[in-house]
């Protein structure tokens, strides 16, 4: 039976450099490269997301933690078929229209890919049409879109309008400051999450 | 209000030393020169690489220390801004500072109910009525709220409203550089022509650029309108340390510097002496609610941090203060607007803007407004400062009132006790048995609603009122 304690307060620590080494020697013992990632890296950053949730942790903290985690995986990627590694989903991510502000949808982003989704973000002033391209070429699990501004909004409605037009099959997530649980209801999105912690977990929700 | 320091008895504070604030400066040069800005306009880009900027691939310019000093060579060391009247009010100079509000926003505490709603242009008006009372609130700064207009008119709504019912100096942030020239438009009006509003300005441009280092196109052609029509124009950026900038200060505010350079080169390049402005909302990111903090004392050391910067270098100063994270008029809310007027109040920085924003700049109200007013008048006394003469040492009236005299009936004292400040709302008074006094936050509430019922503001003229009504077809149909 392997120890996976050290490895996973490592990665609840944020520490790069051992994990790096942990994971290492975890490989050259034999240790099954699955079980070095669900067990070893991805169950001390489970801790991480509920002590965030809590409040004991700072968010550079948190990605900190996710650093290191990524930094385990880029060790024991190479030794497992792409189609073998453990993702929970691909998810789409892009601020709507008009709107220039990225700092929260980023970070959603970070915390996404550390809760082990593939994420690929488009940046921001993304039009209807560019969000449509990106789901035929990347073909996503879910849509997030990020709005702050109330005059950009309704972007997110002609985007998803544009994207059932087009007879695409994801799910819409949206989020942002002004953004509510009511609005997403009214344009038909399938989630909301008012932060990056929670929107994690709505994806953990909505395909899980 | 004007500054005394001239006299040296208005009380000055430094956050800063000469040799810091030089390297900062140095800093922010050498981020122009060797990391750059990314400028997404083709013209601005052209126009930067024919003053001797580098442009390289993913529209990114650096940008020489050279046509930075060229530009702080001809940018004017202070901006004059009008009231409604063609009164010369604000001298955007040295250590002037004058407090501004924000009378619109995302969301509205309706003084009236309690409630947290949509902010419509009615309350914009409310709000006009109490910035027009308030002495200490002298110009307000207007955005795109008011959920009761379609949301590409609400720029020009709410100025009207302003226009209308107060008669302070307006800046504003517009939807886009179409609109700039309509509110361009519209003041001309109030000011009585075009060069007249040049000479006089009644109104001032807000525009920022993206931290990290970035800057919109749309913003480029807001920048060269502004320079061109000699609309004042107030460039700065909203880092936040540890997200969009270093989390350290220092290099917070290089990058702010440099981003509020970008806009001066291409502004004082475009038109030379064209009336400038910068400064930053610069604070920090929460680290455990990631929310942008406005009531943080970061905010307040890092903004008087480039206030001492910019005194060096001679440029008017937008400063910020009295925003809060509270999300209602309360304890928190009072201390946050306190600390935050003093410290800019003591490092001087010029056009204070964003009094009474609460909850992260998504709320405002009245209340809030008369709280702000009255703290900073508070501040107001304190920058006056302890002069120092021979009428002022009083040696005579000490000598005649003598040993154990009183001075409350003396004609010295009936000449200069009118210099205390008089609160208006915080309470001194002596409590009887059994008499309670209402909190504080109920007393702002009966003042708000007695201001908005009954202080009168004097009409625009007629004419002026007939024609921005006309005006206002083009957009309002
Ligand atoms: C599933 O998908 C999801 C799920 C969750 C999602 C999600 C997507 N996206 C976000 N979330 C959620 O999770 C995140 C992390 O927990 C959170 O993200 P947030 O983005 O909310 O939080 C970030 C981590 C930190 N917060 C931020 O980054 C925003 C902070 C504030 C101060 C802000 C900033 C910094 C900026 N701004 Co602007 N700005 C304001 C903001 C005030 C505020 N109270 O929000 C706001 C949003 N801005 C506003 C405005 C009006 C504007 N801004 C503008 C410009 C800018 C800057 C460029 C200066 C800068 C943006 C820099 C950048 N790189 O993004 C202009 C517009 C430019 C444009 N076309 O987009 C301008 C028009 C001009 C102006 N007044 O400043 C206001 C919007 C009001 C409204 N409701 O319409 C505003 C509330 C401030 C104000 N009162 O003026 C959640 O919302």
Same mark, same amino acid.
């Given at each position: 039976? %392997?120890?996976?304690?050290?490895?996973?307060?490592?990665?609840?620590?944020?520490?790069?450099?051992?994990?790096?080494?942990?994971?290492?020697?975890?490989?050259? /013992?034999?240790?099954?490269?699955?079980?070095?990632?669900?067990?070893?890296?991805? +169950?001390?950053?489970?801790?991480?997301?509920?002590?965030?949730?809590?409040?004991?942790?700072?968010?550079?903290?948190?990605?900190?933690?996710?650093?290191? @985690?990524?930094?385990?995986?880029?060790?024991?990627?190479?030794?497992?078929? $792409?189609?073998?590694?453990?993702?929970?989903?691909?998810?789409?991510?892009?601020?709507?229209?008009?709107?220039?502000?990225?700092?929260?949808?980023?970070?959603?982003?970070?915390?996404?890919?550390?809760?082990?989704?593939?994420?690929?973000?488009?940046?921001?002033?993304?039009?209807?049409?560019?969000?449509?391209?990106?789901?035929?070429?990347?073909?996503?699990?879910?849509?997030? @879109?990020?709005?702050?501004?109330?005059?950009?909004?309704?972007?997110?409605? $002609?985007?998803?309008?544009?994207?059932?037009?087009?007879?695409?099959?994801?799910?819409?997530?949206?989020?942002?400051?002004?953004?509510?649980?009511?609005? /997403? =209801?009214?344009?038909?999105?399938?989630?909301?999450?008012?932060? +990056? /912690?929670?929107?994690?977990?709505?994806?953990?929700?909505?395909?899980? | 209000?004007?500054?005394?320091?001239?006299?040296?008895?208005?009380?000055?504070?430094?956050?800063?030393? $000469? =040799?810091?604030?030089?390297?900062?400066?140095?800093?922010?040069?050498?981020?122009?020169?060797?990391?750059?800005?990314?400028?997404?306009?083709?013209?601005?880009?052209?126009?930067?690489?024919?003053?001797?900027?580098?442009?390289?691939?993913?529209?990114?310019?650096?940008?020489?220390?050279?046509?930075?000093?060229?530009?702080?060579?001809?940018?004017?060391?202070?901006?004059?801004?009008?009231?409604?009247?063609?009164?010369?009010?604000?001298?955007?100079?040295?250590?002037?500072?004058?407090?501004?509000?924000?009378?619109?926003?995302?969301?509205?505490?309706?003084?009236?109910?309690?409630?947290?709603?949509?902010?419509?242009?009615? $309350?914009?008006?409310?709000?006009?009525?109490?910035?027009?009372?308030?002495?200490?609130?002298?110009?307000?700064?207007?955005?795109?709220?008011?959920?009761?207009?379609?949301?590409?008119?609400? &720029?020009?709504?709410?100025?009207?409203?302003?226009?209308?019912?107060?008669?302070?100096?307006?800046?504003?942030?517009?939807?886009?550089?179409?609109?700039?020239?309509?509110?361009?438009?519209?003041?001309?009006? #109030?000011?009585?022509?075009?060069?007249?509003?040049?000479?006089?300005?009644?109104?001032?441009?807000?525009?920022?650029?993206?931290?990290?280092?970035?800057?919109?196109?749309?913003?480029?052609?807001?920048?060269?309108?502004?320079?061109?029509?000699?609309?004042?124009?107030?460039?700065?950026? @909203?880092?936040?340390?540890?997200?969009?900038?270093?989390?350290?200060?220092?290099?917070?505010?290089?990058?702010?510097? /440099?981003?509020?350079?970008?806009?001066?080169?291409?502004?004082?390049?475009?038109?030379?002496?064209?009336?400038?402005?910068?400064?930053?909302?610069?604070?920090?990111? &929460?680290?455990? %609610?990631?929310?942008?903090?406005?009531?943080?004392?970061?905010?307040?050391?890092?903004?008087?941090?480039?206030?001492?910067?910019?005194?060096?270098?001679?440029?008017?100063?937008?400063?910020?203060?009295?925003?809060? !994270?509270?999300?209602?008029?309360?304890?928190?809310?009072?201390?946050?607007?306190?600390?935050?007027?003093?410290?800019?109040?003591?490092?001087?920085?010029?056009?204070?803007?964003?009094?009474?924003?609460? !909850?992260?700049?998504?709320?405002?109200?009245?209340?809030?407004?008369?709280?702000?007013?009255?703290?900073?008048?508070?501040?107001?006394?304190?920058?006056?400062?302890?002069?120092?003469?021979?009428?002022?040492?009083?040696? !005579?009236?000490?000598?005649?009132?003598?040993?154990?005299?009183?001075?409350?009936?003396?004609?010295?004292?009936?000449?200069?006790?009118?210099?205390?400040?008089?609160?208006?709302?915080?309470?001194?008074?002596?409590?009887?048995?059994?008499?309670?006094?209402?909190?504080?936050?109920?007393?702002?509430?009966?003042?708000?609603?007695? #201001?908005?019922?009954?202080?009168?503001?004097?009409?625009?003229?007629? *004419?002026?009122?007939? *024609?921005?009504?006309?005006?206002?077809?083009?957009?309002?149909?």
């Amino acid at each position: 039976m %392997t120890n996976f304690e050290p490895l996973n307060q490592s990665v609840i620590s944020g520490r790069v450099d051992q994990v790096k080494e942990q994971t290492k020697a975890m490989v050259d /013992a034999g240790v099954s490269p699955i079980e070095i990632i669900n067990q070893g890296l991805i +169950a001390g950053m489970n801790v991480v997301g509920v002590r965030f949730k809590n409040g004991d942790m700072f968010v550079p903290e948190v990605l900190m933690c996710a650093r290191s @985690m990524a930094a385990g995986i880029e060790i024991v990627k190479p030794l497992i078929a $792409d189609t073998d590694m453990p993702s929970k989903g691909k998810v789409l991510i892009g601020t709507v229209k008009g709107d220039l502000h990225d700092i929260g949808k980023n970070l959603v982003g970070m915390m996404m890919e550390s809760g082990g989704f593939n994420v690929i973000n488009l940046g921001v002033d993304i039009p209807p049409e560019k969000f449509v391209a990106a789901i035929k070429e990347h073909k996503p699990d879910i849509v997030a @879109m990020s709005a702050l501004l109330t005059t950009t909004m309704l972007q997110m409605k $002609d985007t998803i309008e544009l994207i059932k037009e087009e007879g695409l099959n994801v799910k819409y997530i949206i989020g942002g400051a002004p953004i509510s649980q009511e609005f /997403a =209801d009214e344009i038909g999105a399938d989630g909301y999450a008012p932060d +990056a /912690a929670s929107s994690v977990d709505l994806c953990l929700k909505l395909i899980g | 209000m004007r500054s005394n320091n001239a006299h040296f008895i208005t009380p000055q504070m430094r956050v800063l030393s $000469d =040799d810091q604030i030089k390297s900062i400066y140095f800093a922010a040069l050498e981020i122009l020169e060797r990391t750059g800005m990314k400028i997404d306009c083709q013209e601005t880009l052209q126009f930067l690489a024919d003053q001797g900027a580098l442009v390289g691939p993913g529209n990114k310019v650096r940008i020489p220390a050279y046509l930075v000093e060229r530009a702080l060579k001809t940018v004017p060391p202070r901006v004059v801004l009008c009231n409604r009247d063609g009164e010369r009010k604000l001298f955007l100079e040295d250590n002037n500072v004058y407090f501004g509000c924000n009378p619109d926003n995302p969301d509205y505490l309706d003084p009236y109910t309690g409630e947290r709603r949509p902010f419509t242009s009615k $309350d914009g008006k409310d709000m006009a009525t109490v910035i027009d009372y308030s002495k200490n609130i002298e110009f307000v700064l207007n955005a795109c709220f008011s959920a009761d207009v379609p949301r590409d008119v609400a &720029d020009r709504v709410i100025i009207r409203q302003m226009m209308l019912y107060m008669r302070k100096p307006i800046g504003f942030s517009c939807t886009n550089a179409d609109s700039l020239l309509d509110i361009i438009d519209m003041a001309a009006i #109030v000011a009585g022509g075009y060069d007249e509003l040049r000479m006089n300005p009644y109104i001032f441009h807000i525009q920022e650029p993206i931290s990290p280092l970035s800057h919109d196109g749309n913003t480029m052609k807001e920048i060269k309108i502004c320079a061109e029509k000699g609309i004042p124009l107030v460039y700065y950026p @909203m880092p936040m340390a540890g997200a969009t900038a270093p989390a350290t200060l220092a290099g917070m505010l290089a990058q702010n510097l /440099a981003e509020a350079f970008t806009g001066m080169v291409v502004h004082q390049l475009t038109k030379p002496g064209a009336p400038f402005i910068t400064g930053g909302v610069a604070s920090i990111m &929460d680290m455990k %609610t990631t929310r942008f903090s406005y009531g943080a004392p970061e905010m307040s050391l890092s903004v008087a941090g480039l206030t001492d910067i910019l005194h060096y270098l001679k440029i008017p100063i937008w400063g910020t203060a009295a925003t809060v !994270d509270a999300k209602t008029v309360d304890q928190q809310c009072a201390a946050e607007i306190a600390i935050s007027s003093l410290m800019s109040g003591l490092s001087g920085a010029n056009l204070v803007h964003d009094t009474g924003l609460m !909850d992260q700049a998504t709320v405002t109200c009245p209340e809030v407004l008369l709280l702000a007013d009255e703290i900073q008048g508070m501040v107001r006394r304190i920058l006056g400062g302890i002069p120092v003469t021979d009428e002022t040492l009083a040696l !005579d009236v000490v000598d005649e009132i003598g040993n154990g005299g009183s001075y409350i009936s003396h004609e010295h004292t009936y000449k200069h006790f009118r210099d205390f400040w008089v609160p208006s709302l915080f309470d001194r008074s002596v409590l009887q048995k059994g008499q309670t006094m209402p909190s504080l936050t109920e007393r702002l509430n009966t003042k708000a609603r007695y #201001v908005i019922e009954n202080h009168e503001v004097p009409p625009l003229p007629s *004419d002026k009122l007939k *024609d921005l009504l006309e005006l206002e077809k083009k957009w309002l149909g």
